[in-house]
């Protein structure tokens, strides 16, 4: 059963997703007997020194991909252990997402769309922010722990800490080395940053000099073995999902679109892709590239397509197809329409042999679990799983295609350098603008199926080992040990 948003108000922005709880038991099938009672006495551990408070987590709705996704699907087994971890989105009018897009790419290094941070910027941030922080105090109760996600969020602090709160500011994304443009962004976000009790990175190379690291944790993210997008599918329902969304050839079978979560709920996949490509789609013995990301820049899907176009080019026996496959564009998402336009035009720049071989694949979007029960079976179906980003926060596209066992080839940038040891566990690229050198790790992984074999098994163990959402309930341990729940800052 997938979350849902309460229904609002005219002029409410505040929404509070309903979690639904998850126990811990479905762990038990991959955790030994000894790690599933230690996640009992964490939870036990955890509501003591809760003692009442309810854990708000607060994002954008505007923010996508893994960091919404893992909100809303491992926040129920804090709820099944007992632990009151609730969900709140904020909301904001162009503006306000103009300027919280531009602060991604900021704290990315790049220039996005060059509008300045400015005072005039930081006056639009804040007055949203205030609008949304007087909706708030209608859910939040002041001795509650808050943990805010993002620079979408940060003007909350203040208003938070006043009224009794401890905050925690969750960063999801950053800059290995930072720049001119990162030391704008953080410079922009560090009058109301600083008032946080504790902040949270993915990475240490991460932490901005500006905050004091004294209060700085680093955790890295996780995801949900058992979720849509996760679970074990077999190779029938992977087919059958890519024919009915048009990826392959075949139209799929009603019974076998679907998917059972461990919670008793049924998803069936019905909608079809919106897919660009010359000629008839490949079959299920064709072998596929696979990116899957948003239609975003510094995911470089046209670095992509022209890496594989190479990779093609110098292919002596049956080239494989690429599929880049992204979210179907919603209207106000201006950037995403723009890159993908991008896409377009250098796709139709290709020969025609290569052309044929690549195939733009919008996903639906109306409902979340559907659209990730065919990424699922898009990341199990490929022979190769590429995440050409030119900058990345944790990357967990690539977590998700190491849980299924795939070769992985990504960029060494963000954390993605962190999940893959190069040559065990995935391949990494360490210039990302590099096209030969990707175009010869797919050749080199597409020829060698004892190397990709090897590349996969390595990369399940790693994940099984470091990026599980068994670890939610102790992360969340370490954090609320890390606060002063009788002194929040002032």
């Not at 038990?28 to 009992?40: A, H, P, T, Y």
């Not at 996600?149 to 905050?167: C, F, K, M, Q, Y």
């Not at 079978?253 to 919670?263: E, S, T």
């Amino acid at each position: 059963m997938q979350p849902q948003e309460k229904r609002s108000r005219p002029g409410r922005l505040v929404h509070e997703v309903h979690l639904h709880p998850m126990g811990v038991e479905f762990f038990g099938s991959i955790l030994q007997d000894k790690s599933l009672e230690e996640m009992r006495e964490v939870a036990v551990r955890l509501r003591q020194q809760l003692a009442g408070r309810v854990i708000w987590n607060i994002h954008s709705k505007t923010v996508g991909g893994g960091v919404t996704e893992t909100l809303h699907t491992l926040l129920g087994y804090a709820r099944g252990a007992g632990i009151d971890t609730r969900l709140l989105v904020l909301g904001g009018d162009p503006d306000f997402f103009r300027i919280t897009r531009r602060l991604h790419h900021a704290l990315h290094g790049e220039g996005g769309d060059g509008s300045p941070l400015d005072h005039q910027a930081g006056r639009i941030y804040q007055q949203a922010l205030d609008r949304n922080a007087e909706q708030m105090e209608n859910f939040i109760a002041p001795r509650d722990v808050v943990i805010l996600h993002d620079p979408p969020t940060a003007g909350l602090i203040p208003r938070l800490v006043e009224r009794g709160n401890s905050v925690v500011w969750r960063c999801h994304i950053g800059l290995d080395t930072p720049n001119r443009q990162s030391d704008r962004g953080w410079s922009f976000l560090e009058p109301w940053l600083t008032r946080a009790q504790a902040f949270v990175f993915s990475r240490f190379s991460h932490l901005p000099d500006q905050l004091y690291h004294g209060r700085c944790l680093v955790q890295s993210p996780c995801i949900d073995p058992f979720s849509a997008k996760n679970q074990d599918l077999d190779e029938q329902t992977v087919h059958a999902i890519l024919g009915r969304i048009g990826v392959l050839e075949g139209d799929g079978d009603d019974r076998a679109c679907a998917v059972n979560l461990p919670n008793g709920s049924r998803i069936a996949v019905r909608r079809p892709a919106e897919i660009l490509r010359e000629g008839p789609p490949p079959t299920c013995d064709t072998p596929l590239v696979l990116q899957v990301s948003r239609w975003d820049s510094l995911k470089d899907p046209v670095g992509a397509l022209y890496g594989f176009h190479r990779s093609v080019d110098r292919w002596d026996s049956e080239p494989a197809h690429l599929v880049l496959a992204g979210p179907a564009l919603a209207g106000q998402d201006l950037e995403a329409a723009e890159v993908f336009r991008e896409v377009v035009a250098a796709w139709r720049s290709l020969p025609e042999d290569s052309r044929r071989r690549v195939h733009l694949v919008r996903l639906p979007m109306e409902d979340v679990q559907e659209n990730a029960a065919m990424v699922n079976a898009l990341q199990r179906h490929a022979r190769v799983v590429v995440q050409k980003s030119l900058r990345e926060g944790f990357g967990l596209t690539v977590t998700e295609a190491l849980w299924k066992a795939r070769p992985v080839i990504a960029s060494a940038v963000g954390g993605m350098q962190d999940q893959i040891e190069h040559g065990v566990s995935g391949l990494l690229l360490r210039d990302p603008s590099d096209l030969d050198a990707f175009a010869g790790a797919i050749r080199q992984v597409l020829a060698n199926p004892p190397l990709a074999r090897r590349l996969g098994e390595n990369g399940r163990r790693r994940v099984a080992r470091n990026y599980l959402g068994s670890s939610i309930l102790a992360r969340y341990a370490d954090l609320v040990e890390r606060l002063d729940l009788e002194s929040p800052v002032a």
